[in-house]
């Protein structure tokens, strides 16, 4: 009895061990310093990197043309504080996104 615990005690460390090394040399840089941070699989390994700074630039061009048309056809101030508070939410979010990456 005490033979057959050992025997499925070391099975079940090498398919631990087979596992890792699996997940290490199919994503190598998704390991690295996972256990530093929360996000460090997501810092170390962030293959959407250049989607979000291309989205951050694209918004950053187009914010004030969206804003001068909004206020063009708004003439509401708070309808107008709505707006830029909305944008700026947006480019927050963008930003933020932007900084998990890094």
Known sequence: MKTARSLVALLAVTAVLALGA??????P?????????AGASRA???????????ALARFDE????RRAAFFKKNKSPKARAA???QQQARRAKLVSALANCN
């Open 29 to 37: 840089h998704s390991v690295t310093g996972a256990a530093s941070f």
């Open 44 to 54: 170390a390994y962030c293959p959407d990197k250049q989607r979000r700074l291309d």
């Open 83 to 85: 707006f830029v508070k």
């Open 62 to 65: 187009q914010a004030p043309a």
């Open 22 to 27: 699996v997940v290490a040399l199919g994503a």
